[in-house]
């Protein structure tokens, strides 16, 4: 029988108005599932039980009182720990925010605490969300439930095991690089970067401003489109947020164009990872989609530019910790300047180190034009070739990563291997486009594949329902059985 | 002082602006509350917190902008200036770097009877820093953090300043025209505006600027004055004894009337300018930066030259009244009223009006005075109603409490006596009671006259027609 | 690619002990080598997308936060304030 924690937030949703459960059961079968798995899966740093129950003690106290509820109300949820939650501590994963509890909490957390939402806790993360596969966190290293010595993926790779080993149906992201869909794919679930602009990003811990995006994890791709539509639109508290909603998600390809750009399927992808991607291809053209072969040529300067742009930010980003306001504090013996030393050089990780370190060199004084400005004019030709491709296609099919999930400690030694693996989804937040990955298949040693589609700004509506297209025509995306 | 220098002056003048909120937070921008009590996690710089630009910021800056003559660069952007320090949460301020707001504007000010242009390089808008707290009760430095995001403006001039005289100028002009738009209350000594002074010396005559050093702290007029007095002192001993000028900044200490050594070129800070990604490119229209424009009302230095031209005053007094907007408002109400002339208007305004002001500390606009009341008092005057004297007890009353200058004149029976028959007897007491002033007026001393009348006045309570008992007094003499 | 590391580290306040410094260089010059594959592209311009803006905020006043709030997070603090290593003025 199929126990009450493998049900999606959809169905949950239903079965809550027909009575025929209780929030507190739903939160009880969240929490006792966590408490069953999370030695193997390692995804929370903070599981917040006492406001888990509360929370559900009022949607049941209103569904008594016979008053309407949210569509979101009851329904747990994973927040990665780099989005700020009012009383609750938000540590970035990092030594540095270790004890930080903010005084408020961040736009996502206030409209979904407006749903009655059933928050259960905080997840891992690469620190400050600077990595692929969740090991540069300082606390932990989660586990990916598909096999418990490979890693999740990252940088959100706590949301994306809690989800996949039905911890919670949903949990939330953040997306700079490919943070959201990485771990999506590692993890067979369904993960959804929206564009730069339809989620406010106010109260997310920033990484690189201007390519940071809150993202929703599901098993379904309707559990995703339910929590996108719960988080979009204009924040007066973001300048760079816009007004956008969810449309109706029709789970159709019929008449579409998807564009295969060739760029994303060299010699880096993996045999297996290509035959799937071009196998779900071929199967989106049965439904009813033509499929035409398109060409994105700078995608190869693409990793580059990203890493110039986000190290730049971050450095200056992460210059506010500096023992002073919050967080860690370093010696307080010596001078201002030993403060700053001693909290900066123990309170960041090797890989935050090493960003800091890149983006203060590509500002440095007589290095800017070199390195950053020109990494901003490379930004502008790969959001215009995207542009250009979307007058050929209504939306882009690629891999999400070049292999599945690698094992624990495998790529940790080699900064520029590991962040090779970003390549398939940087682009996207390059040019600040909507990008959904979800499961097209697994690998000879059963890990899921997964597929990214690429639409133009605030398509989401478009790209939900392709992969929701998908997901009716292969019966469901597999669940691991823990 | 060397004759055979001259010294080159820029200013970088800092204005807090008065809007009600910081530039990027919804806190109260106001001065003297109680520490960290106006924060929030914005200002304070708590991670995930985002900036939101302040209209009233943009607009502020841009009429600025438009009274230095500036072309608004109506497309423009903010940028970060990261360095590391405790007043600066984020440890990065949101400034303007490449396309600063306004640019390429100019000052004209009066250094004497010269009108000088000066150059005005730019105009940006930034957020101001927290206070840092000094205090040896502590075992370390307390950070305060109610002026973080203050929104601030920075006017760069050119180095087209050559006196001290003319940078003190510069500057008041500068204070006098926030005042005139009232975008900043301009107060240096509550720290709402500040100057950093550029300063360098040539030989005379000489093409290239020398070596410039940079003086932070400058924070009064009079240290403005004293500070590049002093520097330009020191730079020209030192070229004078064969040395060179190192490239540096100083701290101006006022207290010891000099400036010491805070950091070498060679210590120069790298600040890694970027745009804010936080912040996008934002738009002030055209119609909007023209409206802002013709909002701007008549400014100090045009006001000055006006009065010179058009009433004849003479340039100090109406360089007096321009520079207190609140007194030249006063002024051009009163001169248009179109009942009296204006320098007797002038003479008011800068004489017994600006007396009273002072003894008691209040502004014009705090006072019951009205242009309306003023000017009765002066047709009072010019009608042979009251004399000058008693106008003085008028003004008294008609500043305390809104009542007509009649009204006070009949009230206190102040109305001018011309009536010979009824001064007569106050005449021939006076003349009896000063036999040794009849005497020496006899004996030619003609000038005792005035002490004479004066003792008639005081004696006629100030109600006798001076001009009258003058008459009177120098009738009777001779007839003794 | 010479990266100066000592001069960065200081920059961006961080300790970076001497016998890491080689490591650094060489992990930073080959993330910057990726760089120098990148097309020439320069422009006098400045970083402006006028297409791109965003809306400013009314000057409208809102409640400041409770200063135990602001400043409970806090390493050191005193009278109302945070604290650092005396400062030379």
Redesign the interface.
């Known amino acids: 029988m199929k126990k009450l924690y493998e049900y999606s937030a959809t169905e949950l949703a239903a079965m809550l108005r027909a009575k025929e459960v209780s929030a507190s059961e739903i939160a009880e079968a969240s929490l006792g599932r966590i408490a069953a798995v999370e030695d193997q899966v390692d995804a929370y740093l903070t599981v917040t039980a006492g406001e888990a129950r509360a929370a559900a003690k009022r949607v049941d106290e209103k569904l008594a009182a016979g008053e309407e509820i949210a569509p979101l109300a009851g329904i747990p949820i994973a927040i990665k720990d780099n989005i700020c939650t009012k009383g609750i501590k938000t540590t970035c994963a990092s030594r540095m925010l270790e ?3 903010p ?2 909490d961040a736009t996502v957390m206030e409209k979904l605490n407006a749903q009655d939402i059933v928050v259960t806790g905080k997840v891992n993360m690469d620190e400050f969300a600077m990595g692929g596969s969740c090991e540069n966190s300082y606390f932990k290293k989660t586990k990916n439930p598909w096999d418990t010595e490979r890693v999740p993926g990252g940088s959100s790779g706590g949301s994306a095991a809690a989800v996949a080993a039905c911890e919670v149906p949903l949990a939330l992201g953040s997306d700079t690089g490919g943070s959201v869909r990485c771990p999506a794919s590692f993890c067979g679930i369904v993960g959804l970067k929206p564009t730069y602009g339809a989620v406010s990003r106010y109260g997310l811990v920033a990484f690189a401003s201007s390519l940071d995006q809150i993202g929703p994890f599901g098993r379904t791709v309707d559990d995703v489109s339910l929590l996108y539509g719960a988080i979009c639109g204009r924040d ?1 508290r973001d ?2 947020s816009r007004e956008t909603s969810l449309g109706k998600v029709e789970g159709s390809v019929k008449g579409l164009r998807l564009g295969i750009p060739k760029e994303y399927f060299g010699e880096g992808i993996s045999a297996e990872v290509k035959a799937s991607v071009y196998a779900a291809a071929e199967q989106l053209r049965a439904l009813g989609a033509e499929i035409v072969e398109i060409s994105l040529p700078s995608t ?2 693409a ?3 990203y ?2 742009i986000s190290s730049a930010e971050a ?1 200056s980003n992460l ?1 506010r910790y ?6 860690f ?1 370093g010696s ?1 013996e ?9 909290t ?2 123990q309170g ?1 990780g090797a890989e935050v ?2 960003r ?3 983006g ?3 500002l ?1 004084s007589g290095y800017y ?1 070199a ?1 950053y ?6 930004q502008n ?1 790969i959001a215009k070739e995207f542009a250009d491709a979307f007058a050929k296609c209504d939306a882009i099919l690629t891999p999400v990563n070049p292999t599945t999930a690698f094992r624990l400690g495998e790529k940790c030694d080699d ?2 291997q590991m ?1 090779a693996s970003d390549v398939c989804t940087v682009t996207v937040n390059i040019a600040g486009l909507p990008g959904i990955s979800f499961p097209c298949g697994s690998d000879s040693a059963g890990m899921p594949i997964g597929m990214q589609v690429i639409g133009p700004k605030f398509s989401e509506t478009r790209l939900l329902s392709i992969a929701k297209c998908y997901e009716t025509a292969v019966g469901g995306f597999a669940v691991k059985e823990m | 002082m060397n004759n055979n220098f001259e010294t080159v002056i820029g200013l970088e003048v800092h204005a807090e602006l008065n ?3 910081k530039i990027f937070c ?3 921008n106001r001065f003297g509350a ?8 914005v200002c ?1 710089g708590l991670p995930g917190t985002l900036p ?7 607009e502020s800056a841009v009429k600025m902008g438009h009274a230095l003559n500036c072309k608004i660069n109506g ?3 903010q940028d970060r200036k990261n360095y ?1 320090y ?1 007043d600066l949460p984020k440890a990065y301020q949101i400034s303007q770097f ?2 600063p707001l306004c640019e390429h504007g100019y000052l004209d000010i009066l250094v004497g009877d010269d009108v000088r242009r000066i150059g005005v390089t730019r105009i940006h808008i930034e957020e101001d820093a927290g206070k ?3 205090d040896d009760s ?8 109610n002026r973080c995001g203050v929104p601030l403006i920075e006017i760069v001039s050119e180095p087209d300043l050559r006196s001290a005289e003319e940078a003190k100028a510069y500057l008041e002009t500068i204070t006098t025209i926030l005042l005139y738009l009232g975008i900043s209350d301009a107060k240096m000594q509550e720290g709402s505006v500040r100057c950093d002074v550029n300063v360098s010396v040539r030989p005379k005559g000489a093409a290239e600027f020398g070596t410039r050093c940079e003086m932070k702290n400058v924070n009064s007029f009079g240290a403005v004055y004293r500070a590049i007095v002093y520097e330009s002192e020191r730079q020209m001993e030192v070229l004078a004894s064969g040395g060179t000028i190192q490239q540096e900044t100083r701290r101006w200490d006022d207290a010891k009337n000099k400036s010491i050594v805070m950091r070498s070129k060679e210590d120069a800070q ?1 600040y ?1 300018y970027f ?1 804010d990604p936080d ?5 002030v229209s055209d119609e909007k930066i023209a409206a802002l424009k013709a909002s701007l009302p008549e400014l100090p230095t045009a006001k000055t030259l006006r009065y010179v031209k058009e009433f004849g005053l003479q340039k100090i007094d109406a360089q007096l009244l321009s520079v207190n907007k609140a007194r030249a408002d006063f002024f051009d109400s009163c001169v248009a009223l179109g009942r009296c002339e204006a320098k007797t208007v002038a003479n008011w305004v800068l004489g017994d009006i600006a007396k009273l002001l002072n003894e008691q500390r209040v502004e014009i606009t705090d006072t019951a005075l009205t242009p309306e009341h003023l000017v009765g008092m002066i047709e009072l005057i010019n009608k042979g109603t009251i004399s000058n004297t008693a106008a003085k007890t008028v003004l008294e009353e008609i500043m305390a409490k809104d009542v007509e200058p009649e009204e006070v004149v009949k009230e206190k029976g102040l109305a001018q006596i011309s009536d010979a028959s009824a001064l007569a007897g106050i005449v021939d007491k006076v003349l009896a009671d000063n036999p040794k002033a009849v005497a020496d007026y006899k004996k030619g001393k003609t000038n005792v006259a005035g002490f004479l009348v004066g003792q008639c006045m005081r004696a006629s309570r100030g109600q006798g027609n001076p001009a009258t008992l003058r008459d009177m007094v120098i009738e009777a003499i001779e007839k003794l | 690619m010479e ?1 100066d ?1 000592r ?3 200081k ?6 002990p001497e016998q890491e410094i080689p490591k ?1 260089e060489q ?2 010059s ?3 080598n ?2 120098e ?7 006098k311009e ?5 297409e ?11 409640p ?2 409770p ?1 135990d ?8 603090t ?10 030379v ?1």
Do not use: W
Request: hydrophobic share 45%; aromatic share 8%; net charge negative.
């Open positions: 004890n930080f509890v005084p408020y007066v300048a760079t190869d300067y990793l580059a530019a890493y110039i450095s210059a500096d023992g002073v306001k919050y967080g504090s307080r010596g001078t201002l300047n030993d403060l700053y030393l001693s900066r050089s960041f180190k090493r800091i370190m890149l203060t060199y590509v440095s034009d390195y400005k020109r990494a901003k004019l490379l030709v900064p520029v962040y | 809007t009600k909120t919804s806190c109260e109680e520490v960290n009590t106006l924060c929030c996690p304070m939101v630009l302040n209209q009233q910021v943009v497309v423009t952007k590391f405790p490449d396309v840092l707290i000094h502590f075992d370390g430095t307390l950070c305060d953090y790298d890694r745009p912040l996008l490119t934002f738009v | 990266i590391v001069h960065i580290a920059l961006a306040k961080l300790d970076i650094m992990e930073l080959s993330i910057v990726m760089v594959k990148l097309p020439e592209l320069t422009s400045s970083l402006l997308d006028p791109n803006t965003m809306e400013l905020r009314p000057d409208v006043v809102q400041s936060f200063r709030e602001m400043l409970k997070n806090a390493p050191e005193a009278a109302g304030c945070l604290m650092v290593p005396k400062v003025e």
